[in-house]
């Protein structure tokens, strides 16, 4: 079963994001910030990572997702953001993150999103 990271420090979007992919049967795992965050990316190395960019401890969107990358280049990246400025988009792509999705994120969004992101080898539910 894959293993998910979301990374924000908004608990009811946590939550969100757990209900909706514990449902499709993923394992997920939280983090309330950024500090947390990477430590739970060195500790437990997740197959994906949902990051918010609109937390206290970043200053700049693009430096968490170059820790990421420089932690775990193999795990992808999709940023859940209500920053939605292209320019914004452009440079957390560039700096290596898989996907953009805005918020709040839907089920109709957030699953294939991952599912994408992830391929289809994990086997989990499709259609929920």
Do not use: C
């Amino acid at each position: 079963m894959p293993k998910i990271l979301t990374i924000d420090d908004s608990a009811m979007a946590r939550r969100m994001n757990r209900a909706i992919l514990e449902q499709a049967g993923y394992e997920v795992l939280e983090a309330d910030g950024p500090d947390q965050g990477l430590e739970k990316v060195q500790l437990e190395q997740p197959d994906l990572v949902l990051l918010d960019l609109l937390m206290p401890g970043v200053e700049e969107e693009t430096k968490i997702v170059k820790h990421i990358r420089a932690l775990a280049p193999h795990i992808p990246i999709i940023i859940v953001s209500s920053n939605i400025q292209e320019a914004v988009r452009t440079a957390v792509v560039a700096a290596g993150a898989s996907g953009f999705l805005p918020k709040p994120v839907k089920s109709a969004q957030l699953l294939p999103e991952v599912q994408r992101v992830l391929g289809d080898e994990s086997g989990i539910r499709r259609n929920v």
